[in-house]
């Protein structure tokens, strides 16, 4: 589909990417950038990756394809230091894991007639973090978003969802405003859950956790994400993200008084809801 596609952070997703990229033919060369010298010398070692640079204006240079894969406080000011630098036609994303931000930030650096903008959010990862946790398979089966501009041309968005979806993945166009209200509740407010119980137990007594079976574990694995990423995150999708807990506040409140009042018909009805929704995931 590319000739050249550039990623810029080749971290767990973007090393994914540029694998399985390389592994489904949907590029014919793959760079890459990384501020990181130790993860620039890793790339050099990957069979996926064709050429490593040291500035990420170099990298894009002729690329049909850039990917923005940074933690989210960078997204904006690095698509601003390589914009000079990107080709006529090259369309460009990110897979930041929020978008009002990213794309209000962005709309100056991409006019009508040059390179176009796409905001894109793969909704596949994993707590492992890093190139060395990377897979070509990752997507496979996943979500993705992306949230164009109204300008964007249909060209534009067939090509960018067509990259996703040859990954494996299945898409969604939305607003960037819906795709963060969408993501507090099934990604954030999740997180937020997982680290607060975690934070709870280890208060109460660590050594719970020795006792602890699967349901404990299964329930905070994403709690073992990068803090400061998550920090990133979260505050970059605050009201969203607080909407989001005053929400599941009100439903905990429910439960809480269902089982204080011993209505057990009330308690049983909201655990079956949980389950039946779980049961569709």
Not at 17 to 38: D, P, Q, Y
Not at 50 to 74: K, R
Not at 200 to 215: C, D, Q, R, S, V
Request: net charge negative.
């Amino acid at each position: 589909m590319f000739e050249q596609v550039t990623i810029l952070g080749p971290g767990l997703l973007g090393a994914s990417i540029g694998m399985a990229a390389k592994e489904r033919g949907l590029a014919a060369r793959v760079h890459t950038w990384s501020r990181r010298e130790a993860t620039r010398a890793k790339c050099q070692e990957q069979s996926w990756c064709d050429a490593v640079f040291e500035t990420a204006v170099e990298a894009v240079v002729g690329s049909d394809l850039v990917i923005v894969c940074t933690p989210v406080e960078t997204i904006v000011p690095l698509m601003e230091s390589v914009a000079g630098a990107l080709s006529q036609g090259a369309l460009v994303t990110d897979v930041g894991s929020t978008k009002v931000a990213i794309c209000a930030g962005l709309d100056e650096f991409f006019p009508a007639g040059g390179p176009v903008f796409i905001g894109s959010h793969p909704m596949a990862g994993s707590e492992l973090g890093g190139l060395e946790n990377a897979m070509p398979n990752l997507f496979e089966g996943a979500a993705c978003m992306i949230t164009p501009s109204e300008s964007v041309e249909v060209s534009a968005k067939e090509a960018m969802s067509g990259f996703w979806e040859a990954l494996g993945m299945f898409v969604r166009e939305t607003t960037p405003l819906q795709h963060d209200r969408i993501v507090a509740h099934v990604s954030h407010l999740p997180h937020m859950l997982a680290s607060a119980l975690c934070v709870y137990i280890a208060g109460k007594n660590a050594a719970f956790g020795e006792m602890a079976g699967p349901g404990l574990r299964d329930t905070t694995r994403v709690a073992a994400g990068d803090a400061e990423l998550w920090r990133q995150i979260l505050e970059s999708n605050r009201d969203e993200v607080l909407a989001s807990i005053d929400g599941f506040i009100d439903v905990a409140k429910g439960m809480r008084d269902a089982l204080a009042d011993q209505d057990g018909a009330a308690l049983k009805d909201l655990l079956e809801k949980g389950r039946l929704f779980r049961a569709g995931l």
